[in-house]
């Protein structure tokens, strides 16, 4: 990784991150969000995520490396009827066209813990399922 390179929350470079690799495995969730444009909130699909980011599809394609602000419902892990919403900063690494809208691929910036841990949480209790 070079000095220039830019890195998320957890200190990963971001190009780590977009590119599939099994060290950042993804799962697959349907979770309401919204990002936050021009003062006015748009609604997304969180379709997966790993412990550095997430896959969003929605009906803009976002500019590679803008900064979004997201809000997300995510399910509580053990009781999937509560709900927390989860808010973060997000960096975009690639943004498409496919048949449902645009799928972005968001590298985390900044996150509180409380919100970290909640998603922690998911990816624990997917990789013990995986076992």
Request: hydrophobic share 45%; with cysteine.
């Amino acid at each position: 990784m070079s000095l220039t390179e830019p890195n998320n929350a957890f200190a990963l470079p971001l190009t780590d991150v977009s590119n599939g690799s099994s060290q950042f495995p993804w799962i697959h969730v349907n979770w309401h969000a919204a990002v936050q444009v021009s003062g006015t909130f748009v609604n997304v699909k969180i379709v997966e995520f790993n412990r550095a980011g997430f896959c969003l599809v929605g009906d803009i394609a976002y500019m590679n490396g803008k900064t979004l602000s997201l809000r997300i419902n995510v399910r509580n892990p053990i009781n999937r009827s509560e709900q927390q919403s989860v808010s973060c900063e997000a960096s975009v690494i690639s943004s498409v066209l496919t048949r449902a809208g645009f799928r972005t691929d968001v590298a985390i910036k900044s996150i509180a813990s409380a919100h970290q841990e909640m998603l922690n949480s998911w990816l624990k209790i997917h990789a013990a399922a995986r076992m």
